[in-house]
């Protein structure tokens, strides 16, 4: 069995300043990592995944997250941050192809 | 991308009765397709994984006669709620796998009064 953890429930940046949303996982066997964002009653969007080889993964939006085996862990970036990124982020990962554990998501709040 | 849709967006249903939702794979065949429970400022919480022309799988704690499901083809999932509660009203979301992606719907909001 897998398990998430998000660290931050919120976090508050400012416009164009960096952001670092922080995840952890434990499993037993090799993982496939996922961010996903979430606008207001709207389904989930993928950012990126990491499914092997490189371990700094880029992804849609300006996003990169870093596999990093020994922490266990798959933290997300952006450089700068948009009014635009205001939104609920999720972590996840799976075993295998198909059934998804969710972090329990950071909501990031950007302010002008 | 695939693209999956979701029927209704959103409805408003009275306590007792039932709702069907509607889970859609547009542009691809989906054998399986996953449903998810998400509560407000919460985590999505994976409910039952559909299996096209098979029972379904449902998770822990979920209640397989209260959350009936049935894939009857490669590109619908529907998901009832039978005997509706307030405590059910959430938001539903299904998803499915296409080429080693997974594709979300957009959700259905479900208020039961």
């Known amino acids: 069995a897998q398990s998430v953890t998000q660290l931050d429930s919120q976090v508050p940046v400012f416009e164009e300043a960096p952001v670092e949303l922080r995840c952890n996982y434990s499993s037993s066997v090799s993982v496939y990592l996922f961010w996903y964002v979430q606008y207001p009653n709207q389904g989930l969007q993928l950012l990126l995944k990491?499914?092997?080889?490189?371990?700094l993964v880029k992804g849609i939006n300006g996003f990169e997250a870093e596999f990093n085996k020994s922490q266990t862990s798959f933290h997300l970036r952006k450089p700068s941050v948009h009014i635009s990124d205001t939104a609920e982020y999720f972590c996840?990962?799976?075993?295998?192809?198909?059934?998804?554990?969710f972090g329990a998501g950071t909501q990031v709040v950007v302010t002008p | 991308g695939a693209v999956v849709s979701q029927h209704p967006s959103r409805v408003i249903c009275k306590s007792g009765t039932s709702v069907k939702i509607e889970c859609r794979s547009l542009?691809?065949?989906?054998?399986?397709m996953f449903w998810y429970r998400q509560f407000p400022k919460q985590s999505l919480m994976l409910m039952a994984t559909s299996n096209e022309g098979s029972k379904a799988t449902y998770e822990q704690g979920v209640e397989k006669d209260k959350f009936l499901i049935n894939h009857a083809s490669l590109t619908l999932s529907t998901l009832t709620v039978t005997s509706a509660h307030p405590e059910d009203s959430s938001f539903y979301i299904c998803?499915?796998?296409?080429?080693?992606?997974?594709?979300f719907g957009p959700g259905t909001r479900l208020t039961v009064t």
């Open positions: 996840a990962v799976t075993d295998s192809w198909g059934k998804l554990q």
């Open positions: 542009d691809f065949q989906a054998t399986t």
């Open positions: 998803s499915s796998d296409s080429g080693g992606e997974q594709y």
């Open positions: 990491y499914l092997s080889g490189s371990t």
